[in-house]
C-alpha cells in the first residue's frame, strides 16, 4: 500500500470567481474550515484535500468551468433520465455533471461498491470521503499496482456486477480510477457513470471488464472479458459472494432542503442555498464504517 505525497502549493486553474464563491459558501457554512493542497489534477476537475473544524480530512473535487470537454461530457448525460432538459450553457453542463458524481456514489454506496462516500455537492464543487493516511491519499492501482492481484482483480469485478445489479455502469473503469487503499481497492471518478438503460451501457460495461482483465492479465490471472461479461448480464455470479455489504455509514437524517446537491443554471455565481451541508456538521466522516480504510480521517 502506497501513499501520494501532497503538493503544497495551491493551483489557481479552477479558481475563477464563480467558483471562489462556492468555497467561499462551504467555508462560512463551516462544511470545511480549509483547502489545503492539491490531492490529483486532471483535465475535468481538480481534486483536493480540505480539513473540517474538528480536524477531519475530506476530499474536495471541483469541476473545471472554462477547459472541460462539455461535448464529451454531453455524450454521457444524454439519455439519463436524471438530467433531462440540460442546456448547451457551460454551467448547465458542469452542474448536471456535478450532481450525476453525486447521485452515481449515492448509488454505488448504497449497492455495497467499495468507493468513496458522497457527502455534499454544490454547483461544480463535490466534497466526499478523503481516501488516505494522515492527509496523504492512497496511490492507484496504476501507481502502485497490486499485491494480491487475484483477490483485487474479484474485487473490482465484484464491484463492477454490483453496481450493474443498482442498475449503474461506471463507464470509466481502469487502473487509473481505483485506489489501493488498506481494506483493497476503491472505485473513484463516477461522473461518466451511465445508468443500465443508457444506449451505450453495455458497451461501456464490455469497456469497463476489458480494462481490468487487460491491466491483470500481466499478472497471469487468466481472467476473460467475454467470461467475466456474461457472468455479470446474465446474474451467474454466486449471489453470497455479491451481498450487499453492511452500510458504510450511519447518516444524519435527511434534511427537508434536498438530497445532498445544490446549484444550477440560475446559480452562476454561487449563490442560493448549500443543500445537504447538515448531514455532515458534528458528524464523523467515517463513523458507523466497518470496512472503511483506516485513518481515513487522519490522526
Given at each position: 500500500?502506497?501513499?501520494?505525497?501532497?503538493?503544497?502549493?495551491?493551483e489557481?486553474?479552477?479558481f475563477?470567481?464563480?467558483t471562489?464563491?462556492?468555497?467561499?459558501k462551504?467555508?462560512?457554512?463551516?462544511?470545511?474550515?480549509?483547502?489545503?493542497y492539491?490531492?490529483?489534477?486532471?483535465?475535468?476537475?481538480?481534486?483536493?484535500?480540505?480539513?473540517?473544524l474538528?480536524?477531519?480530512?475530506?476530499?474536495?473535487?471541483?469541476?473545471?468551468?472554462e477547459?472541460?470537454?462539455?461535448?464529451a461530457?454531453e455524450?454521457?448525460?444524454?439519455?439519463?433520465?436524471?438530467?433531462?432538459?440540460?442546456?448547451?450553457?457551460?454551467?448547465?453542463?458542469?452542474n448536471?455533471?456535478?450532481?450525476?458524481?453525486?447521485?452515481?456514489?449515492?448509488?454505488?454506496?448504497?449497492?455495497?461498491?467499495?468507493?468513496?462516500?458522497?457527502?455534499?455537492?454544490?454547483?461544480?464543487?463535490l466534497?466526499?470521503?478523503?481516501?488516505?493516511?494522515?492527509?496523504?491519499?492512497?496511490?492507484?492501482?496504476f501507481?502502485?499496482?497490486?499485491?494480491?492481484?487475484?483477490?483485487d482483480a474479484?474485487?473490482?469485478?465484484?464491484?463492477?456486477?454490483?453496481?450493474?445489479?443498482?442498475g449503474?455502469?461506471?463507464?470509466?473503469?481502469?487502473?487509473?480510477n481505483?485506489?489501493?487503499?488498506?481494506k483493497?481497492p476503491?472505485?473513484?471518478?463516477?461522473?461518466?457513470?451511465?445508468?443500465?438503460?443508457?444506449?451505450?451501457?453495455?458497451?461501456?460495461?464490455?469497456?469497463?471488464?476489458?480494462?481490468?482483465?487487460?491491466?491483470?492479465?500481466k499478472y497471469?490471472?487468466?481472467?476473460?472479458t467475454?467470461?467475466e461479461?456474461?457472468?455479470?448480464?446474465?446474474?451467474?455470479?454466486?449471489?453470497?459472494?455479491?451481498?450487499?455489504?453492511?452500510?458504510?455509514?450511519?447518516?444524519?437524517?435527511?434534511t427537508?432542503?434536498?438530497?445532498?446537491t445544490?446549484?444550477?443554471?440560475?446559480?452562476?455565481?454561487?449563490?442560493?442555498?448549500?443543500?445537504?451541508?447538515g448531514?455532515?456538521?458534528?458528524?464523523?466522516?467515517?463513523?458507523?464504517?466497518?470496512?472503511?480504510?483506516?485513518?481515513?480521517?487522519?490522526?
Amino acid at each position: 500500500m502506497k501513499v501520494t505525497k501532497p503538493e503544497r502549493k495551491i493551483e489557481t486553474g479552477v479558481f475563477d470567481r464563480h467558483t471562489l464563491l462556492v468555497i467561499s459558501k462551504f467555508l462560512k457554512k463551516r462544511v470545511i474550515e480549509s483547502l489545503d493542497y492539491p490531492i490529483s489534477t486532471g483535465k475535468e476537475a481538480d481534486v483536493f484535500h480540505a480539513t473540517t473544524l474538528d480536524g477531519r480530512n475530506l476530499a474536495v473535487k471541483i469541476f473545471r468551468i472554462e477547459t472541460s470537454t462539455f461535448r464529451a461530457m454531453e455524450d454521457y448525460l444524454v439519455s439519463d433520465p436524471r438530467f433531462k432538459g440540460i442546456s448547451d450553457n457551460k454551467f448547465d453542463i458542469i452542474n448536471a455533471w456535478t450532481r450525476k458524481e453525486f447521485k452515481n456514489l449515492q448509488i454505488m454506496e448504497e449497492a455495497g461498491v467499495h468507493s468513496p462516500h458522497p457527502l455534499i455537492c454544490h454547483a461544480n464543487v463535490l466534497i466526499m470521503e478523503f481516501l488516505g493516511v494522515g492527509g496523504m491519499a492512497y496511490s492507484t492501482l496504476f501507481q502502485a499496482g497490486s499485491l494480491a492481484p487475484e483477490s483485487d482483480a474479484r474485487s473490482i469485478l465484484d464491484d463492477i456486477a454490483r453496481m450493474y445489479r443498482a442498475g449503474l455502469v461506471h463507464a470509466d473503469i481502469s487502473e487509473y480510477n481505483i485506489m489501493m487503499t488498506d481494506k483493497g481497492p476503491y472505485i473513484i471518478d463516477a461522473g461518466q457513470g451511465v445508468l443500465i438503460k443508457h444506449p451505450k451501457a453495455h458497451e461501456f460495461l464490455r469497456r469497463d471488464i476489458d480494462n481490468i482483465v487487460r491491466y491483470f492479465r500481466k499478472y497471469s490471472l487468466g481472467l476473460d472479458t467475454e467470461t467475466e461479461y456474461q457472468k455479470i448480464i446474465s446474474e451467474e455470479i454466486e449471489h453470497g459472494k455479491l451481498r450487499r455489504r453492511k452500510k458504510k455509514f450511519q447518516r444524519e437524517p435527511e434534511t427537508p432542503a434536498g438530497d445532498g446537491t445544490g446549484g444550477g443554471a440560475d446559480d452562476e455565481e454561487g449563490e442560493g442555498d448549500i443543500v445537504g451541508a447538515g448531514e455532515i456538521e458534528g458528524a464523523d466522516a467515517g463513523a458507523g464504517r466497518d470496512d472503511a480504510p483506516e485513518n481515513v480521517d487522519g490522526e
